[in-house]
């Protein structure tokens, strides 16, 4: 029988050498062409470019590295699905392998069709990659950027990570020169569903060197009625005094409130700007230059941002079990971050197969618990919904769901009180529970309580706490009510 098997492998191999040389051969190219283009997006993003048309070459560059990056390792998780279908050890090293049969073997069961999506792949990363040389040379010309040694991942933790371009062009319009004798000072309008990063981006805004070097005063205005006003940064500049006001709204602006505030803002310096955020399509009417608009990501985009976070400067294909189980749950959130930072602080504190296998079964039994949330052919914002969201519990028998029915923000840090919510301003406290204890039997409370769902571990350092309530199955329940 083994040697039956190894003959019918053999054919099996000698059938498709032919086919799969050239599909391997697109696959070492794309590499290459990756590499290139992540060493090209890493230059030029460290250095203070202000051409709106490098900008959007930089833009293009980096969504065909996104993509590319997606394409390749969608190949090598079907290397490893296949390879562990057909009961070979992939091991610790998993590159696309020229000496691996079953590696080589499995690719192509993609079908002709993945074949001319890593065709289109190249083409587009070639294409974008034509003008380069050119790119090169005007983006060293611009001067570097001064970043604190924790940029990086501060970018990575707030959801700054794509957001490049948006973040250059909203700094250059603070620095558009305004007429001295002009007492309208400039308005930009940010629009965008919740939780898609609108104060993420105005808040890296506010924090950065350069802004603060040019603004004398930086504060924030919450709430449809502007009551929320803090002040964040003040320099004591006394000559400049130029202000930067950014106004938060959850919904429409109150017509009347607006002009009064527009009125008031006449005796604020020549130069100073105002950032106006929200969801209403209605604030565009009150800008004075087109609206920015911020989307969720793509699935390349949001796969890249998921497997870096993950796997930090790993390779993702030396842990071929892991980036298998991790391209899956990718997809299950659909770009969501509001999972997503759930899901992150689960899975990085337990860098196991098995369980991130665990924690994935139920990620996808809370989509079927709640499918309103993370449905891109129908977003909705879960919160302003008259239901709760259920989260599944590992040990169902005995605590059925996590029940949520809100969520806020706290924070210890004071410079940072206008991020939080109402709900959240008189309570700072961190919760000794965590919604991982709960989903996985560690922790069993009775009644409602709150719960930690994730931490940021760097400034503002804030808490996302979520309101809950435990349900027990129906079965449990009328078994307690007999009893």
Known sequence: MAELANRSISFLINKWSKQMKPTNEMLDSLQQLLRRAGAIVEEAEGRYITNQAMLQQLSILRKELYKGYYTLDTFRCRVHAGSMAQGYDVGHSFAISRFNPAKRLYISSGGRESVKDLTRILKSLESALQYAAEFIILSGRYPRLARQPYSIHLLL???????QMEMELVINFLFQAQDPDDKNHGILPIIGPRKVGKSTLVEHVSIDERVRSYFSQIMFLSGDDFKGEHIVYDNGD?????????????????EDLWKRFLSASRSLPPGSKFIVTSRSENIINYGTTPPLRLEFFTPEVFWYFFKVRMFGSMDVMEHPKLSLLAMDMAKELNACFMCFNVMNEILKSNVDAHFWSLTLAICRHFKQKNPFVCDPTNPVDAWELNRPILIPTKDRTSLGYISITDMYQTSSNQCVEHWLEASARSDTTTPKITLKDLMFG????????????WKSHIPPQY?????????????????????
């Open 157 to 163: 933790d707030n959801c700054m990570f794509g957001r």
């Open 238 to 254: 006394l000559i400049r005094r130029r202000v930067l006001a950014i106004v938060e709204l959850d919904g429409d602006i109150n």
């Open 442 to 453: 560690r922790a069993k409370p009775k009644g409602k309580f709150i719960a930690l769902a």
């Open 463 to 483: 808490n996302c706490v979520f309101k809950c309530e435990l349900r027990m199955p129906q079965k449990a329940a009328s078994r307690k009510k007999r009893n």
